[in-house]
């Protein structure tokens, strides 16, 4: 089963486009608010240089790499933009898709497009993520006082857990009010599993994907290059879609949350090129890579996940698990008779196999190590497992 990135942001922020991009399918956009009223969905492969390098050595059948699945639903600011009642948060078929995404990649317009109109009518992306930040918080508000209300029954008894419990929804309560993220508090081991309960919105991993007009997109990347860097920006001498850039990236930075640039206009066209001639346009612009495979990259990461890798003349293939996960686990992962019938790992890690050329090379200069039960599974590992038929 794939994790989910729910894709959010302002209607007309460019969410469809994206989620073209990303999935190089073609679910409908247009230039009127709100063209997605149905959640698209679809599950895309994470690019992985790894495996491709590896592809090229044992030049296999079989070439696969982990998944994740992107949700598109509609743009939020809805209630507000109808003139409805804003402080009630967010509809229940939109929180239907994103309460069970794992992370959230939130869109945010820089781009310029007069056809295209914005619904607060000017193009300000740190004035839009306050603005969806706002919604997200008064969502999850509403969620922590139902919660309030039934705990407090519960509490009444005395018993210590739910006075507990009370105590960390009083805290999201007031962060909450304030419009603050209720991933900026600090919990204890307790507290997470009635957050697990909760869903909250606004503790979910999150990306910020700035959609930037075409010529803008290599300024945007040298900028959040620097600011990642934590060199000095003045961001009030910046003016227009730099401004913007430079204003997330910097809340990014302070949040622990990642940002990427991407054209989504663009690279949803490019999509329909000829691989060949897509790379010379984006080389051309002088663009290393795809905005939208980043996007995926990056997503994936938020996901808290580790990739381990296995090689062979059949097959090379990237795999998932989460971080922490120990052999059996991995092993797992490719059929559980291998989990069940575990004996040992024989892993080399993906720089080390790459400086030898090949596991003979690699287990004669002994970067090929034998790992048991306990091993904890590193990123870029080469596993082979070796296992017991038998059990
Ligand atoms: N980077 C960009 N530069 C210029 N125009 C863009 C860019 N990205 C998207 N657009 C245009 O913006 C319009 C809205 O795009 P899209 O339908 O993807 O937005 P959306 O966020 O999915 O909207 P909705 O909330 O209505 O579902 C489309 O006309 C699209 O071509
Ligand atoms: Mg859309």
Avoid at 203 to 229: C, F, G, H, Q, W
Avoid at 232 to 243: F, M, W
């Amino acid at each position: 089963m794939a994790l989910t990135i729910g894709i959010i942001g302002l209607p007309q922020s460019g969410k469809t486009t994206l989620f073209n991009a990303l999935t190089k399918s073609n679910a409908p956009i247009s230039g009127y608010a709100t063209t997605t009223v149905q959640a698209n969905l679809a599950v895309v492969p994470v690019p992985d240089p790894r495996v491709d390098a590896l592809a090229e050595i044992f030049q296999p059948k079989k070439k696969t790499y982990t998944t994740v699945e992107f949700v598109d639903v509609a743009g939020m600011g809805q209630a507000g933009a109808a003139g409805k009642d804003k402080q009630e948060g967010l509809s229940p078929e939109f929180l239907g898709h994103i309460r069970n995404a794992d992370a959230l990649a939130i869109v945010l317009r820089t781009f310029a497009n007069e056809n295209v109109p914005h619904i607060y009518n000017t193009i300000d992306p740190n004035r839009d993520l306050d603005s969806l930040n706002a919604e997200l918080a008064l969502t999850d508000l509403s969620t922590v006082e139902r919660r309030i209300e039934r705990t407090k029954k519960a509490a009444k008894s005395g018993d210590k857990k739910y006075l507990q419990e009370l105590e960390l929804l009083q805290r999201l309560k007031e962060t909450l009010e304030d419009m603050q993220l209720a991933r900026t508090l600090e919990f204890s081991q307790q507290d997470q599993a009635v957050l697990n309960e909760l869903f909250l919105l606004t503790m979910k991993p999150r990306m910020y994907v700035l959609n930037t007009s075409e010529d803008m997109l290599a300024t945007a990347n040298e900028l959040l290059e620097k600011i990642r860097a934590g060199e000095n920006v003045q961001i009030d001498a910046l003016q227009g879609e730099a401004k913007g850039f430079a204003q997330i990236a910097q809340r990014a930075r302070e949040e622990g949350a990642e940002v990427v640039a991407v054209s989504a206009k663009l690279e949803a066209e490019l999509n329909e090129l000829p691989q060949e001639e897509a790379n010379e346009y984006l080389e051309a612009l002088g663009l290393p890579q795809l905005g939208a495979d980043r996007v995926i990259q990056v997503g994936y990461r938020l996901l808290n996940l580790i990739t381990f890798l296995t090689a062979g003349e059949d097959e090379v293939r990237a795999w998932t698990v989460t971080r922490g996960a120990k052999a059996p686990e991995a092993a797992g992962k490719i059929h559980t008779d291998i989990e069940k019938g575990f004996i040992r790992a024989e892993v080399t890690s993906f720089d080390d196999f790459m400086a030898c050329g090949s596991f003979a090379a690699a287990a004669k200069k002994g970067v090929q190590r034998l790992e048991g039960r306990d091993y904890v599974i590193q990123d870029g590992d080469i596993a082979h497992f070796r296992f017991n038929k038998g059990k």
